[in-house]
């Protein structure tokens, strides 16, 4: 948005319709921040990944199940900045030597 700015601050300056060409650009970005907005309000690691899907410049090289992976990489090495709608519940060694998921006592 073009501006002015001035010893009161900037004040945006009209420009008219939008092309729609570049509307749709711009649509193809909030399409992404939407499911990422989704995600942490519902908690739901998939709405990452589809956004991640979804973006442009993630989805120009490498095959879904690859993109998968890699927001679960992601997700994993950056939990502990992560809402906690977005953690996923402790492991927690049982008695025949593996690991499972703690369920959590309440919300995330």
């Given at each position: 948005m073009p501006c002015t700015v001035g010893a009161d601050g900037a004040t945006p300056t009209?420009?008219?319709p939008m092309?729609?060409?570049?509307a749709a650009l711009c649509r193809t970005f909030?399409?992404?921040?939407?499911?990422?907005?989704?995600?942490?309000?519902?908690?739901?690691r998939d709405h990452v990944?589809?956004?991640?899907?979804?973006d442009p410049n993630?989805?120009?090289?490498?095959p879904m199940p690859e993109i998968a992976a890699l927001c679960d990489e992601l997700l994993a090495a950056h939990e502990h900045l992560?809402?906690?709608?977005l953690r996923l519940p402790p492991l927690r060694a049982f008695a025949g030597g593996g690991l499972r998921?703690?369920?959590p006592a309440g919300p995330l």
């Open positions: 009209a420009i008219g092309p729609p060409q570049l909030l399409n992404v921040t939407e499911l990422t907005v989704r995600a942490v309000l519902s908690g739901s990944r589809h956004g991640a899907m979804l993630t989805s120009a090289t490498p992560l809402p906690g709608s998921l703690q369920a």
